[in-house]
């Protein structure tokens, strides 16, 4: 499975985005998927995930309320709507896939993930 993240740019603080990943192959809809993100300097982290059926999400404390992870099993395609933009957002965002667990299993680390996509830049102007 490949995939490709899109939809980054620069943004002023307070402002929105939404980032997607479409995903080539035939396993995507029996993948659980997330976002992390890298800033200068820091390891990545976990930003957002999504169970395979998508009725099952979990996000990391610092983006509750204001980011949204869905995805959309007919087009391949997981998405991150994010709001309310802060400096602390900026990051290299990156999609990835897992397939540990069973039906509504979400990985919420590095290593629960097998496949990952080149990363998109997500710069937040204060």
């Known amino acids: 499975v490949q995939l490709q993240a899109s939809g980054g740019g620069l943004v002023q603080a307070g402002g929105s985005l939404r980032l997607s990943c479409a995903a080539s192959?035939?396993?995507?809809?029996?993948?659980?998927m997330g976002w992390f993100r890298q800033a200068p300097g820091k390891e990545r982290e976990f930003v957002a995930a999504?169970?395979?059926?998508?009725?099952?999400?979990a996000y990391t404390d610092s983006v509750k309320g204001r980011f949204t992870i869905s995805r959309d099993n007919a087009k391949n395609t997981v998405y991150l709507q994010m709001g309310s933009l802060k400096a602390e957002d900026t990051a290299v965002y990156y999609c990835?896939?897992?397939?540990?667990?069973?039906?509504?299993?979400?990985?919420?680390?590095?290593?629960?993930?097998?496949?990952w996509g080149q990363g998109t830049q997500v710069t937040v102007s204060s």
């Open positions: 990835a896939g897992g397939n540990r667990g069973n039906y509504y299993y979400i990985g919420k680390s590095l290593n629960e993930y097998g496949y």
């Open positions: 192959g035939r396993t995507f809809s029996s993948s659980y």
């Open positions: 999504i169970s395979r059926p998508g009725s099952t999400t």
